[in-house]
């Protein structure tokens, strides 16, 4: 039989058949009148995704693309910007923005450490950042910030909130209106349940008002040309169409279950996942609270390789979980579970785990993992 394949990555995710369907539909012309009525739906469902009034963007590329798009609409040369950093994507943007030039602080927290409010205050005080960027769930560590304490530390200083929401959207609240996020940036193959391909940026009339004043150069990821063309329903240039058809229908699927129960979903599969590791003796990475619902990181008892287990699950079991960035790599795993996920998703990948550290010799406790992972999930479930 050919090896049947579980991708437990926090990104790209596992697709719906109806969306995988969906996408292999024939190609429509981007400048019709049926692209334009599916353009101009999938736009509202995302702002209905993001709780926004504020525009939403589609651009063709992967969530990065859309992140710097924020930086080239937002930031001149030489202007300060604050990013918050603890982990792997918040450097990122970092470098992108010393990239364009700009005058780059850093509020720098050890991976793992959650992100605080009043550092953020402080940093903008002393810096004069008029922007700062944010990562809501921080993939490389499993931490999911306070972005609603953070934003408003932020407005109070009177900064710019550029949030990066690629895979919190969708997975865990975000009030992109509510808790006043000027810009969030987000991509279609995280929670949003579609093939990699699509992200898109929300743009409040702040960051509009900002981005008529900015010098950087930019062309196709111009945000003024862009919503130019939207506003017609269509795009300036030939957007992947068969992936916006694609993400239509998953925000359908996703509309269809409801924002409070996707939200309540995934805080259960959080639970059980964290739950289930640590009855079999495993130490978490990520934090052991109900935010962190995006990706469970897991460090490999002593004597194990991560990097091996990783090969190991997808060598043998097919499964793809992730490994850890950089210096975690020998010690970390990471179990993705956002999106089209469900329970028993959770106990494959664990009783996968536990086969394997068994089969090593590694110090583990048998037949326990699964086991309280489904408990841990009944108890979730009826909260
Ligand atoms: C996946 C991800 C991104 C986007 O990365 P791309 O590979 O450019 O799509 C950005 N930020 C976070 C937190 C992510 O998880």
């Given at each position: 039989m050919a090896v049947k394949r579980y991708l437990m990555a926090p990104g790209p995710t596992p697709v719906p058949p109806e969306v995988l369907a969906a996408g292999a539909e024939p190609v429509l012309h981007h400048r019709g009148p049926d692209f334009r009525e599916l353009m101009l739906r999938c736009?509202?469902?995302?702002?209905?995704?993001?709780?926004?009034?504020?525009?939403?963007?589609?651009?063709?590329?992967?969530?990065?693309?859309?992140?710097?798009?924020?930086?080239?609409?937002?930031?001149?040369?030489?202007?300060?910007?604050?990013?918050v950093t603890a982990g792997e994507f918040g450097d990122r943007w970092a470098a992108l923005a010393a990239t364009y030039g700009a005058d780059v602080h850093e509020l720098r927290y050890a991976w793992g450490e959650t992100p605080r409010p009043e550092d953020v205050r402080a940093r903008l005080e002393e810096t004069g950042a008029e922007v700062v960027f944010l990562v809501h769930s921080e993939t490389s560590t499993g931490v999911v910030a306070d972005v609603q304490a953070l934003a408003q530390a932020a407005r109070e200083a009177g900064a710019l909130t550029v949030v990066d929401a690629v895979s919190s959207v969708g997975a865990v609240p975000l009030e992109t209106d509510t808790w006043g996020l000027d810009v969030v940036v987000a991509g279609s193959q995280k929670a949003l349940m579609t093939p990699p391909g699509l992200s898109l940026v929300v743009v409040s009339s702040r960051a509009w008002e900002r981005a008529a004043?900015?010098?950087?150069?930019?062309?196709?990821?111009?945000?003024?040309?862009?919503?130019?063309?939207?506003?017609?329903?269509?795009?300036?240039?030939?957007?992947?169409?068969?992936?916006?058809?694609?993400?239509?229908?998953?925000?359908?699927?996703?509309?269809?279950?409801?924002?409070?129960?996707?939200?309540?979903?995934?805080?259960?599969?959080?639970?059980?996942?964290?739950?289930?590791?640590?009855?079999?003796?495993?130490?978490?990475?990520?934090?052991?609270?109900?935010?962190?619902?995006?990706?469970?990181?897991?460090?490999?008892?002593?004597?194990?390789?991560?990097?091996?287990?990783?090969?190991?699950?997808?060598?043998?079991?097919?499964?793809?979980?992730?490994?850890?960035?950089?210096?975690?790599?020998p010690r970390m795993f990471r179990i993705g579970h956002i999106g089209y996920y469900d329970v028993f998703d959770i106990t494959t990948a664990l009783a996968a785990v536990e086969f394997l550290l068994v089969e090593t010799g590694a110090d583990v406790e048998r037949g326990t993992a699964v086991a309280r992972a489904l408990e841990a999930y009944r108890e979730a479930v009826r909260v």
């Amino acid at each position: 039989m050919a090896v049947k394949r579980y991708l437990m990555a926090p990104g790209p995710t596992p697709v719906p058949p109806e969306v995988l369907a969906a996408g292999a539909e024939p190609v429509l012309h981007h400048r019709g009148p049926d692209f334009r009525e599916l353009m101009l739906r999938c736009l509202a469902r995302l702002q209905e995704v993001c709780r926004t009034q504020n525009d939403v963007l589609l651009f063709t590329a992967s969530g990065s693309g859309a992140f710097e798009s924020a930086v080239v609409n937002l930031l001149s040369p030489g202007e300060p910007v604050l990013a918050v950093t603890a982990g792997e994507f918040g450097d990122r943007w970092a470098a992108l923005a010393a990239t364009y030039g700009a005058d780059v602080h850093e509020l720098r927290y050890a991976w793992g450490e959650t992100p605080r409010p009043e550092d953020v205050r402080a940093r903008l005080e002393e810096t004069g950042a008029e922007v700062v960027f944010l990562v809501h769930s921080e993939t490389s560590t499993g931490v999911v910030a306070d972005v609603q304490a953070l934003a408003q530390a932020a407005r109070e200083a009177g900064a710019l909130t550029v949030v990066d929401a690629v895979s919190s959207v969708g997975a865990v609240p975000l009030e992109t209106d509510t808790w006043g996020l000027d810009v969030v940036v987000a991509g279609s193959q995280k929670a949003l349940m579609t093939p990699p391909g699509l992200s898109l940026v929300v743009v409040s009339s702040r960051a509009w008002e900002r981005a008529a004043r900015t010098t950087t150069p930019r062309f196709y990821f111009d945000w003024a040309r862009m919503r130019a063309s939207l506003e017609t329903g269509t795009t300036p240039f030939t957007p992947a169409v068969s992936v916006v058809v694609a993400l239509d229908t998953a925000l359908g699927l996703l509309l269809e279950e409801g924002l409070e129960a996707a939200f309540a979903r995934h805080a259960a599969l959080g639970r059980a996942c964290r739950e289930g590791a640590k009855a079999m003796g495993l130490e978490l990475f990520s934090p052991d609270e109900e935010r962190s619902a995006i990706v469970t990181a897991i460090l490999a008892p002593t004597g194990v390789d991560a990097r091996e287990l990783v090969l190991a699950l997808r060598g043998r079991f097919g499964i793809t979980v992730a490994g850890g960035h950089g210096e975690l790599a020998p010690r970390m795993f990471r179990i993705g579970h956002i999106g089209y996920y469900d329970v028993f998703d959770i106990t494959t990948a664990l009783a996968a785990v536990e086969f394997l550290l068994v089969e090593t010799g590694a110090d583990v406790e048998r037949g326990t993992a699964v086991a309280r992972a489904l408990e841990a999930y009944r108890e979730a479930v009826r909260v």
